[in-house]
């Protein structure tokens, strides 16, 4: 409650704490290497140990009565023969020139590959009967937001498959309905072939039926009119069994009674307090960042408190991920650049920036999740509660042991981090996005965003700059310890590359 009310009233207070005396240094060994984000094991959010993450599980492929039925259209239908294939598009351009012909986000999404035979994610996909389309597939294929769009000749089919949708982490966007065919190129009212559709938008990040320790809190995308997307990004303390299925995924041995216990604590004390922080930095963040970086974190829209005043939902504005790809050598520019105003102006310490937090967005990469961000100076110990739950966060965070193990193998020797460790500190931030830049396609959602091959010069040249920031030739003398510094060796690199 005390914190919670301290962070929202903006007072966070301000530490006196100094840093303490490096670790030493050992060997060398490998290069560095980055682990895919979805992989990884732990993250320095909450809850700490509670939450520490096995790879993800799935419950038993789903497969509904609707779907075997469809299967068996397609063993039925001519397959890919010319007839289908015709029919096929026809009915596609059909819908894709009648519903979405004056659609804004249709014209800015959508690239007309097909969806179905790519293997990339995509903002959309069409399907017909001749295609077959389970939505587990679907929804894996579909970036978060994107839109599936189901065309068919039978109506019943669409209307069925409409209810599958519905409940299996898309929202319908536009519920089954008919346009005609064109006669003879035009579309004349009550004359052409009926082509019924539905189309649904994937809202969860997670497949119903997934149990994933990826994320903590309940995220997802909520239908806002008002909202510049039309959706804002909805993130809440979870619900009771949805913990409990982590915890008892995680801790397979543990007793319910304990698993509940611990479920509960999450539920009631940790994720709010947590929470609450992060409405709170994202207050500071946009009165604190040049305005011109304020539109690459987010913005709280709306913010639901509890009775105790801890907040137990925060609507954010959606930094969707759009445009094509960027360079690798963009990325890490402006990344580096929005740490440095996010450390120098902002006075905010992020300290969960895996990929997984980065948003590749018109404006340029985003920062999103402050779950676990500290003020500069914070001084943590002032609160008892908070103190600990810092200190297991840190003890659970990947990025703290992932430091930990590069040191002691060697591949980490600067002792602006080997002193940082465990601590809330800038350097934790740092060390993360040193590794990222250098494989930024260790995250399956960031490859998609970001241009990179590894035999490059841009790739070599950014992995010699990664490799100097971790291991530099005096590490008691760094010379890399800011956003700012790497910000100016990019720039050099962005220079060279010309
Ligand atoms: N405002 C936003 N715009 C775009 N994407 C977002 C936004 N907020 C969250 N996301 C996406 O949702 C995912 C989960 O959100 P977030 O990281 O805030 O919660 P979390 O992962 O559950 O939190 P924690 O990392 O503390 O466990 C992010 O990795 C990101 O892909
Ligand atoms: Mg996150």
Redesign the pocket.
């Known amino acids: 409650m005390l914190i919670s009310r301290a962070v929202v009233d903006d007072n966070i207070p301000m530490s006196t704490a100094t840093r303490q005396s490096p670790a030493p240094a050992t060997g060398k060994t490998a290069p560095v290497t980055a682990q895919t984000d979805a992989a990884q094991s732990t993250?320095a959010?909450?809850p700490p140990a509670a939450l520490t993450e096995p790879p993800v599980s799935r419950t038993t492929t789903p497969q509904t009565e609707f779907e075997s039925e469809a299967s068996r259209w397609v063993q039925r239908s001519p397959g890919r023969s010319g007839h289908a294939v015709r029919e096929r598009d026809a009915m596609i351009r059909t819908v894709q020139a009648r519903v979405f012909g004056r659609d804004p986000e249709f014209k800015h999404y959508y690239n007309c590959i097909d969806e179905l035979r790519n293997t990339r994610t995509s903002d959309y996909m069409f399907a017909t009967p001749f295609d077959l389309h389970r939505w587990y597939k679907v929804f894996e294929r579909l970036r978060w937001g994107g839109q599936f769009v189901f065309t068919s000749y039978d109506a019943d089919q669409v209307h069925k498959l409409a209810q599958v949708y519905a409940s299996r982490g898309f929202v319908i966007e536009h519920p089954p309905a008919y346009v005609r065919h064109p006669v003879m190129g035009m579309y004349l009212p009550g004359l052409g072939r009926k082509v019924h559709y539905f189309v649904a938008r994937r809202v969860h990040?997670v497949r119903p039926g997934e149990v994933s320790m990826r994320?903590?809190?309940d995220?997802y995308l909520k239908h806002e009119p008002r909202a510049e997307q039309g959706y804002v990004?909805a993130?809440q303390v979870p619900d009771l069994e949805t913990v409990m299925l982590r915890l008892k995924q995680r801790f397979p041995e543990a007793k319910t009674d304990f698993v509940e216990t611990q479920a509960k604590k999450l539920i009631d004390t940790i994720f709010p307090v947590f929470l609450t922080r992060e409405a709170a930095f994202l207050k500071i963040l946009q009165r604190d960042l040049p305005e011109a970086y304020r539109n690459r974190v987010?913005r709280a829209v709306y913010v639901e408190k509890d009775n105790r005043g801890f907040v137990s939902k925060l609507h954010?504005?959606?930094?969707?991920k759009s445009g094509p790809p960027i360079s690798q050598i963009d990325f890490a520019l402006q990344a580096a650049d929005l740490l440095d105003k996010l450390h120098e102006q902002a006075r905010v310490i992020h300290l969960?920036l895996r990929l997984?937090?980065f948003?590749v967005t018109e404006h340029g990469v985003g920062f999103?999740?402050y779950?676990?961000a500290a003020r500069v100076g914070e001084n943590i110990a002032q609160s008892p509660l908070l103190d600990k739950l810092f200190q297991e966060m840190m003890k659970a965070s990947q990025i703290q042991r992932m430091l930990a193990k590069m040191t002691s193998s060697g591949l980490v020797t600067s002792q602006y981090f080997t002193g940082s460790h465990q601590k809330v500190d800038k350097a934790a931030d740092l060390f993360y996005l040193a590794v990222q830049i250098d494989k930024p396609h260790s995250n399956p959602d960031i490859k998609e965003m970001v241009r990179y091959d590894a035999s490059s010069e841009e790739a070599r040249l950014i992995s010699n700059l990664t490799e100097h920031v971790l291991r530099p030739n005096d590490p008691k003398r760094p010379h890399y310890s800011s956003a700012r510094n790497i910000l100016e060796a990019l720039l050099k690199i962005k220079e060279r590359l010309r």
Do not use: M
């Open positions: 993250k959010s909450p990040l994320f903590t809190y995220v990004v993130k987010p954010l504005n959606w930094l969707r969960d997984d937090n948003v999103v999740d779950g676990s």
